[in-house]
Nanobody, 126 residues
Framework: QVQLVESGGGLVQAGGSLRLSCAAS????????MAWFRQAPGKEREFAAG????????YYDDSLKGRFTISRDNGKNLVYLEMNSLKAEDTAVYYCAAGGNAGVVTSKRPRAWSNWGQGTQVTVSS
């Protein structure tokens, strides 16, 4: 079955960095777009970054451009989110998502993505 397992979250001071990883299995990973979403307490899940099947095309929420970088390793079925210059408002549960439909990589709607991980908590202390 499809599995997405996030790791790398934790507690970090403002200005610090973290790298999240998502290990994928149970589906043809190189054929799928991947994304990271995040959900802060009391808020809706929001799109953070997306990456196309070949890793060339990447998309970011405008507020995160320049600080977050999404990448993937199709040989290892992994997708990463490098987060730098972290702020208190980046505190959230971060979710990995997979989507097999054409054009999904540009979608910021959670419902457009077919598979989800359980999430990893990122807490940024100010």
């Amino acid at each position: 079955q499809v599995q997405l397992v996030e790791s790398g979250g934790g507690l970090v001071q403002a200005g610090g960095s973290l790298r999240l990883s998502c290990a994928a299995s149970g589906f043809p990973f190189p054929s799928y777009a991947m994304a990271w979403f995040r959900q802060a307490p009391g808020k809706e899940r929001e799109f953070a970054a997306g990456i196309g099947w070949n890793g060339v095309n990447t998309y970011y929420d405008d507020s995160l451009k320049g600080r977050f970088t999404i990448s993937r390793d199709n040989g290892k079925n992994l997708v990463y989110l490098e987060m730098n210059s972290l702020k208190a408002e980046d505190t959230a549960v971060y979710y990995c998502a997979a989507g097999g439909n054409a054009g999904v990589v540009t979608s910021k709607r959670p419902r457009a993505w077919s598979n989800w991980g359980q999430g990893t908590q990122v807490t940024v202390s100010s």
